[in-house]
DNA sequence: CTGAAAGCGCTAACAG
DNA sequence: CTGTTAGCGCTTTCAG
């Protein structure tokens, strides 16, 4: 676009052009516009008419090169449209525009091979960081780190990366504090809508320090883990017929609750560990003609504006996905020089109460009613 | 990152280095990277493997001034985390994913300030176009359009600038298939939630050519006269009382729909005319008592994830957020040669029929119900 | 305070 | 097929 020539057909003017208008050294033009060294009042306006006159804008490429970076960030997402990570891009977006580095999205779609195609193109960018939700594992992400990139991981980090700066909701507490609450409730046969690790073998148990393992990590097995350790803190033993796990697709999250809710009629709650889980539970007990929260309590991981909108409203867990967005840029940026952070940022997540659950009904048939 | 230094402190290799490590001339290096030129197997092997071997990544930096582009393209859109221009977003990665180009997202917030400042940033990147969902009008888009920025607009153009190339969903076709609906259903006193333009003074009634004008402009203006339209086409008068306007807070909306439903016990439907209207009109039914749809229909523009969870699942009409990023982004690259569009492209709208609209009750008394 | 000159890493003629 | 050379637009010593 503008690189290559105006509305006239010329191409658009360099630092030279504009050094010769005003009668100066391009040295001048520069330290005008990088603000670097300094220029007397009279000659700053000069060249700031002539660049005015002629509609200079400074090349990004060349300066980029010069300086060896190219002043904006990648952010790599799985997905855009996932409503939490939608809030996530905006925090990273805020906080990029305080530090004045554009940010250069893509969507990896869960797929490390597509994955490590970005970060390639991202290196190839000379970004001055990468802020990325991972998808591969280990070994894709020792590439970019070893090279010297500046990486933070957002929500999740790869198992056994944790010298590499993180920012993550505390899914643990969060989890842990929306079990409580149901079993508080009186319940005590509470099903566990979890997620299935994605990639065919890359999500492996971990070994990793104890201790620490068990905030970070892959979500779904951390929010699992928090649900078995919370209902042993409380005494409630879990049912392991009542733990499943559904891939990320819709249609397998559908399929799990509708298995789940139809095989044991005797569960009281659910607890779903994300908002497509959720989505499912909340379809499937309507149609198992179900009332929420009289024959099923239903809670679940991520606050996505919807939970608000169903009848009743859904109890979640809100994961503060601009706020993590936001505090990943500002390690990557602020924080380039000092690499001093141990261990992943943890961040709140709060319970947000609202209809969805309720002490559980005296007794039901473990057969699916009527 | 990658551009300063790797692991070891050492500044990351150039094409010169891997030159001399694979004793060859940088043109050979050059063609071999850049695909152009051709070179013999065995050289372009022992190249490679030089370039392997010291993790050679070929800047972008040195390429983009070179070349005099960047290889990426710009987008703005007002927010990301509206589920409608998440998906667009989603599209615009998609195309550009083909076309190898790399995007940097920002959002302006609906500031035309914000909008400028951005796409300033954007010409200094040199990026080879641009895609915005517009807040700006006319006057603030002249300049990029001057400069010879090639750039699309999505979702809405502003008034007044036509000449540049855009991509819309047929908001006109859509509202009026939905009024058609709703009028088919039997209802006469339809309330239609609008929105208010956003800009002070921005969104002036547009002079534009007869014709053409009631499709594209602010979608605001083309959905409102599409439903004026329609209601007069079918002989239903509009009742001037029951056309709000609200400004794109969620307040504003909550407070338009209170309002009106409280004002005018009579409506029988409400035709939101985006999401966020939608939402409150179902928050206000839901607090009033009113029981959809047997007690008011509701029926909205936009059909985001939530409409199928709501209870009832929401009537809607639904835009190609996707395809509209798509095709914009598609119009950027591939037809950056030939200017011929003539007029915007327009996509399909879809009536998406739920449980929430039916037909009117008898009567109902002016004033709320209890 | 200001100008001249030397590249940053890469591509594109132009000769061999 | 391959090397040499001349910049792309900008920052930055280094003199003046």
Chains 1, 2 share one sequence.
């Not at 006239?8 to 005003?22: C, E, L, M, Q």
Request: with cysteine.
């Amino acid at each position: 676009m503008a690189a290559e020539r105006d509305a006239g057909g010329r191409r658009s003017a360099t630092i030279k052009d504009v050094a010769a208008a005003a009668g100066v050294g391009i040295a001048t033009v520069s330290r005008v516009f990088s603000g670097t060294g300094s220029v007397s009042p009279a000659t700053r306006e000069r060249v700031q008419a002539a660049a005015r006159e002629l509609d200079y804008r400074p090349s990004a490429l060349g300066r980029g090169l010069k300086l060896r970076r190219s002043g904006g960030i990648g952010l790599i997402v799985p997905d855009v449209t996932d409503p939490f990570r939608a809030d996530l891009v905006a925090g990273v977006l805020a906080c990029a525009r305080t530090f004045g580095e554009h940010v250069i999205l893509d969507a990896a779609h869960g797929d490390p091979a597509r994955e490590a195609e970005i970060v390639d193109r991202l290196v190839e960018q000379r970004v001055d960081g990468i802020i990325a939700v991972p998808a591969g594992t280990e070994a894709a992400w020792r590439a970019p780190a070893g090279i010297g990139a500046s990486v933070v991981f957002a929500d999740r980090v790869p198992p056994g990366l944790r010298e590499i700066p993180a920012v993550l909701a505390d899914d643990r507490a969060g989890v842990r504090t929306l079990t409580e609450y149901l079993v508080g409730l009186g319940h005590r046969r509470i099903a566990f809508l979890g997620a299935a690790p994605a990639s065919p073998g890359g999500d492996r148990p971990a070994p990793a320090a104890p201790g620490e393992e068990d905030r970070a990590g892959p979500p779904a097995q951390v929010r699992e883990r928090a649900f078995r350790d919370t209902m042993a803190a409380l005494g409630a033993g879990v049912d392991e017929d009542l733990v499943v796990a559904a891939r990320h697709e819709r249609d397998s999250a559908f399929a799990a609750a509708a298995g789940l809710l139809q095989r044991r009629g005797d569960v009281t709650a659910v607890l779903a560990a994300g908002h497509l889980l959720g989505e499912a539970a909340v379809l499937v007990a309507r149609e198992l003609d179900l009332r929420v929260p009289a024959d099923v309590s239903i809670a679940m991981v991520d606050d996505v504006p919807w939970a608000e909108l169903c009848d009743p409203p859904l109890t979640t867990v809100a994961r503060p996905g601009h706020d993590i967005g936001y505090r990943a840029c500002e390690l990557l940026l602020r924080d380039r020089t000092r690499r001093t952070r141990r261990g992943p940022v943890l961040l709140p997540a709060e319970l947000v109460i609202r209809g969805s659950c309720g002490p559980p009904r005296p007794a039901r048939s473990p057969a699916r009613p009527a």
